[in-house]
């Protein structure tokens, strides 16, 4: 059985199984089932998927559901956390909450489980408020998730609070499974005048195939501050579609940092969308990917109001027969001026075999405006090479060095300490040298 009819006859007993079968749910997952079923998987025919095909992936046998709760030691996945810094952690195993890993206990914060926020009566005027709001009713992935939707993060801050720690979200694949299919999705909000950093990541312990549909829907109230982190650095097994959507109100300030290193095909979507006056949207990424690997970022920040900013910075590196995508479009709507906002994407090419495939885009109905996009495709500067191996510097280490730098311009805005250190790590291995320095 194909995937796209596996899930279509496996939706009736996933909701059989849920208690909240009679609530408003039901029929805002009925009608994104439908969607799903009417568009099934995007394919290479839609101008936003011209550059990513998801046919070899789906020939895989993903079992929708995990049949087995899993236990994890801390020892085991202990690499994958923050841990120079004290964290809330919100803990999941193939897809279900783990509250032996997870820490979530906390002084006036609402974290907890979407499971719990979707079928509780507490919940409910948040869930009616902000639940599917922002998420596209029309984008078949982001669909089939709400259809399914059921565990993930849920995270409400209350006004005028400075959350002291970092919140990770981390979802952990076991590989008990031959292949197996996530669908988390999580739900945030944050306060007026209030603070969070939070750090998403998504990683597969064994080689067995995943393919993960996440959703994440971020409110921001006014002057709200949110700087989301998402490190993705797993196995070339695991595959990612990442849907974000974002709504940011007056005078409030949403950073999201993608950095993109690992796995087969890597799908992010991010969608900003202003309501208020006054913001400022920053959207940076860094991909280092070599083999096979496939990248693609896909952005859209909508200025619909006056004053506002975006800027994005996304900075890729190919190595072997890897394969990047940047497509980022910045709307002005003709109520939205004196809007300001920057698009830059920078790509290396290290072998005649990698290929990168950018499309930036303004669409500007305003008149009183300052926009500008910017996109390089190229190799290593010889001359700097040259210059560095004359002053001693071997050639492996200079161009590492070069790389290097050429990230430095996003990871220098990383406000986590314990992150920008990890991240250096990182990118110093996928480099292949010992940089002894932490960006």
């Known amino acids: 059985m194909e995937l796209k009819e596996k899930l279509i006859s496996s939706f009736m007993a996933f909701e059989e199984k849920i208690a909240d079968v009679n609530t408003d749910l039901h029929e805002i997952r009925t009608s994104a089932i439908k969607n799903f079923e009417n568009k099934g998987f995007p394919t290479k025919k839609e101008e936003a998927w011209k550059y990513t095909s998801l046919n070899a992936i789906l020939k895989n046998d993903f079992s929708v559901f995990a049949k087995n709760e899993n236990a994890i030691e801390f020892a085991e996945v202990k690499k994958y956390f923050l841990n120079d810094v004290d964290t809330y952690k919100v803990i999941f195993i193939d897809g279900k909450f783990s509250s032996y890993l997870s820490s979530t206990t906390h002084d006036?914060?609402?974290?907890?489980?979407?499971?719990?926020?979707?079928?509780?009566?507490?919940?409910?005027?948040?869930i009616d408020e902000y639940f599917n709001k922002i998420a596209s009713k029309e984008e078949s992935?982001?669909?089939?998730?709400?259809?399914?939707?059921?565990?993930?993060?849920?995270?409400?801050?209350?006004?005028?609070?400075?959350?002291?720690?970092?919140?990770?979200?981390?979802?952990?694949?076991?590989?008990?499974?031959?292949?197996?299919?996530?669908q988390p999705r999580n739900l945030i909000v944050v306060g007026e005048n209030s603070h969070v950093q939070i750090?998403?990541?998504?990683?597969?312990?064994?080689?067995?195939?995943?393919?993960?549909?996440?959703?994440?829907?971020?409110?921001?109230?006014?002057?709200?501050?949110?700087?989301?982190?998402?490190?993705?650095?797993?196995?070339?097994?695991?595959?990612?579609?990442?849907?974000?959507?974002?709504?940011?109100?007056?005078?409030?300030?949403?950073?999201?940092?993608?950095?993109?290193?690992?796995g087969n095909i890597t799908r992010n979507n991010l969608n900003f969308y202003h309501q208020g006056e006054h913001i400022d949207s920053t959207l940076k990424g860094i991909t280092i990917i070599g083999d096979k690997q496939h990248v693609d970022h896909y952005t859209l920040v909508q200025h619909a109001t006056p004053n506002c900013e975006s800027h994005q910075n996304y900075k890729t590196i190919l190595n072997d027969s890897a394969t990047g995508v940047f497509n980022g479009k910045i709307f002005v709507e003709k109520e939205a001026?004196?809007?300001?906002?920057?698009?830059?994407?920078?790509?290396?090419?290290?072998?005649?075999?990698?290929?990168?495939?950018?499309?930036?885009?303004?669409?500007?109905?305003?008149?009183d405006v300052k926009c500008s996009h910017g996109c390089t495709i190229g190799q290593l500067d010889e001359n700097a090479m040259f210059y560095m191996q004359q002053r001693g510097i071997p050639k492996k280490e200079a161009k590492a060095l070069l790389m290097y730098a050429f990230t430095s311009e996003v990871t220098s805005s990383v406000k986590i300490p314990e992150l920008k250190a990890k991240i250096a790590r990182i990118i110093a291995d996928k480099l292949g040298v010992n940089m002894g320095f932490d960006l």
């Not at 006036?108 to 409910?124: N, Q, R």
């Not at 992935?141 to 720690?165: D, Q």
């Not at 993960?212 to 579609?241: C, G, M, P, W």
Request: net charge neutral.
């Open 337 to 367: 001026q004196k809007t300001d906002a920057f698009q830059q994407n920078n790509n290396i090419l290290l072998t005649d075999k990698a290929t990168i495939n950018a499309k930036p885009q303004l669409e500007i109905f305003a008149d």
């Open 141 to 182: 992935l982001t669909s089939l998730n709400t259809a399914f939707s059921l565990e993930g993060a849920y995270v409400n801050i209350p006004r005028s609070k400075v959350v002291e720690k970092p919140i990770e979200i981390i979802y952990f694949s076991t590989g008990s499974e031959a292949a197996l299919m996530t």
């Open 108 to 126: 006036g914060l609402d974290v907890c489980l979407m499971s719990s926020a979707l079928t509780k009566p507490k919940y409910k005027m948040v």
């Open 199 to 262: 750090v998403e990541r998504h990683q597969s312990l064994n080689n067995n195939p995943v393919l993960t549909n996440s959703v994440t829907e971020i409110f921001a109230q006014k002057r709200a501050i949110v700087d989301y982190y998402k490190v993705q650095n797993d196995l070339q097994t695991a595959n990612l579609i990442d849907n974000t959507y974002i709504a940011q109100k007056q005078d409030s300030h949403v950073s999201v940092h993608t950095f993109s290193f690992g």
